[in-house]
T-cell receptor, first 112, second 109 residues
C-alpha cells in the first residue's frame, strides 16, 4: 500500500541509549520531515529534507540526527536518549512540502 | 518566528450541527494546511490552502492571506469528525513549518 511507513510503533529506551527511528515512503515524494508531538500540543518540526542528500534543521533539532541517502528513506537518530525526548514521533512526506502531505502512523517513544 | 493561534480550543457539538474553526497567523505564508488527527492518533491532510476557498464533501476551507487567517467549515457533523484539527503554516518546501495548538472537536451522537 502506498504511504509512509514508520518503525517501530513503540519503543522504550534507557537514558543514554541510542536508537534509530525508521521512515520509508513509496510515493516518490522529494520532501520528508520528522515531527514530535508532546501531550496536548501541536507538532514541532525536528528536521526536514527537500531531496536525497539534502537535510536541514527545524524548530527542535537538538539531540537528533538525520540523513537522506535515498528518496525513499529518512531515518531519525537519537544520539543519547534523554527523558525529555519522550514523545510521539511522526514522519511525513509530500510534493515540495505542500501537496499530498502524508503522515506515518507514529512511533511512541518512552525514555526512562 | 511565526505564531499560529487556533480557536476555539475545544468544541462540543451534537451530530448534524455545523461549526467553524479559525486559524490566525502572525506573518505572511506561502503554505497553509489543515489536518485532522483522529482519536487513534492518525493525522490526515484535509486541505492545502495558502489562499482562496476549497471544498471537499462536508468540509470546506477559506484562507484570506492578506488578513492572515484561515477558516475550516464542517457541515452536518458526524461522530467520525471527532478529533483534533490542526492548522499549519510555513514557507514553500516546508521550511519553518509551524503547527497551531489545535481545536479539539467532540461530536456527540
Amino acid at each position: 500500500n502506498a504511504g509512509v511507513t514508520q518503525t517501530p510503533k513503540f519503543q522504550v529506551l534507557k537514558t543514554g541509549q541510542s536508537m534509530t527511528l525508521q521512515c520509508a515512503q513509496d510515493m516518490n515524494h522529494e520532501y520528508m520531515s520528522w515531527y514530535r508531538q508532546d501531550p496536548g500540543m501541536g507538532l514541532r518540526l525536528i528536521h526536514y529534507s527537500v531531496g536525497a542528500g539534502i537535510t536541514d534543521q527545524g524548530e527542535v533539532p537538538n539531540g537528533y540526527n538525520v540523513s537522506r541517502s535515498t528518496t525513499e528513506d529518512f531515518p531519525l537518530r537519537l544520539l543519547s536518549a534523554a527523558p525529555s525526548q519522550t514523545s510521539v514521533y511522526f514522519c511525513a512526506s509530500s510534493y515540495g512540502g505542500t501537496v499530498g502531505y502524508t503522515f506515518g502512523s507514529g512511533t511512541r517513544l518512552t525514555v526512562v | 518566528g511565526i505564531q499560529v493561534e487556533q480557536s476555539p480550543p475545544d468544541l462540543i457539538l451534537q451530530e448534524g450541527a455545523n461549526s467553524t474553526l479559525r486559524c490566525n497567523f502572525s506573518d505572511s505564508v506561502n503554505n497553509l494546511q489543515w489536518f485532522h488527527q483522529n482519536p487513534w492518533g492518525q493525522l490526515i491532510n484535509l486541505f492545502y490552502i495558502p489562499s482562496g476557498t476549497k471544498q471537499n464533501g462536508r468540509l470546506s476551507a477559506t484562507t484570506v492571506a492578506t488578513e492572515r487567517y484561515s477558516l475550516l467549515y464542517i457541515s452536518s457533523s458526524q461522530t467520525t469528525d471527532s478529533g483534533v484539527y490542526f492548522c499549519a503554516v510555513g514557507d514553500n518546501y516546508g521550511q519553518n513549518f509551524v503547527f497551531g495548538p489545535g481545536t479539539r472537536l467532540s461530536v456527540l451522537p
